[in-house]
């Protein structure tokens, strides 16, 4: 058995897969061993959209080594699939986070993010994973602005009246450090919320 080699590319077979052009990747799915093509099946499951799987895609769309293509597809499927497939259950475990430590039962934290509670049910088991939109308002509605907090504790402390003024104020002083913002903005990044 020969060694692989390398032609007219400034690497060779024992660099990682990584810095191999699509010429290297062409010759080793062609004439490489199966340790280079584990080499590149490794390389493939470790990042399934990265350069590495968009290259040897490429040269399979006009190379066609036998068992070797197909090999590698497969690989590439598989990959693909057990990489979304855990993204999928990374989302449905912070849902599932961001429900319990909201504080809300389901039924409530459902409500408050526009949903019912069986469509909840199914971003929290991973069955439907949640739009990015959805995602940042279940953080809104789980994640208090600390400020909020503080507020809420400081007004449980006031009578209904003292409550009242004060809310006006924070009203009020919140407008207009909103409207302070929006001046300091610089105009190349508008803000929607100074819209206007």
Known sequence: MTALAFRNVNVSPDD???EWPLEAIQTA???GYL???HRLAAAIQADPWGPVARRVEEVLTYSRPYGVAEAME???VRARKAAEQAERDAVATEVDALVKGSGFSRA???SRIGTSTSRLSTYVTGKVTPSAALMMRMRRVAIPDPHDVELAKTLLKLTPEER???LQRYVR???VAQEQRCRARPRARPDRRCAG
């Open 16 to 18: 990682p897969v990584s």
């Open 29 to 31: 799915l062609e004439r």
């Open 35 to 37: 340790s280079h093509w």
């Open 74 to 76: 497969r690989s590439i």
């Open 108 to 110: 409530e934290f459902a």
């Open 164 to 166: 009242m003024r004060a």
């Open 173 to 175: 002083l919140h407008g």
